[in-house]
């Protein structure tokens, strides 16, 4: 999980840098919608906090339904040795 935060931290700060040159912009557009998963299946969303000043990372899941009704949620953080 922490290889795919560092890999999107990377392609954003690429993309800051194309945004940087203008020659190199490019004119693909896109667009995210939200769609409903299949009825009795589950998706869990995830996110996370970095908190440097005390080495500890925060992380927060939640599972909704097909609905988007609340099913399960958790939080918790653990240190790191950065």
Same mark, same amino acid.
Not at 4 to 14: A, F, G, P, S, Y
Not at 16 to 35: C, D, V
């Given at each position: 999980?922490?290889?795919?935060?560092?890999?999107?931290?990377?392609?954003?700060?690429?993309?800051?840098?194309?945004?940087?040159?203008?020659?190199?912009?490019?004119?693909?557009?896109?667009?995210?919608?939200?769609?409903?998963?299949?009825? #009795?299946?589950?998706?869990?969303?995830? %996110?996370? /906090? $970095?908190?440097?000043?005390?080495?500890?990372?925060?992380? #927060?899941?939640?599972?909704?339904?097909? %609905?988007? /009704? $609340?099913?399960?949620?958790?939080?918790?953080?653990?240190?790191?040795?950065?």
């Amino acid at each position: 999980m922490l290889e795919d935060w560092k890999l999107v931290q990377e392609m954003r700060q690429n993309a800051r840098k194309t945004e940087a040159q203008p020659q190199l912009r490019r004119s693909h557009t896109h667009t995210h919608t939200w769609q409903r998963h299949a009825p #009795g299946r589950y998706k869990c969303n995830v %996110d996370a /906090s $970095f908190f440097s000043d005390h080495n500890k990372v925060g992380i #927060g899941m939640c599972i909704p339904d097909s %609905d988007g /009704s $609340f099913i399960l949620a958790r939080t918790t953080w653990f240190s790191l040795l950065c």
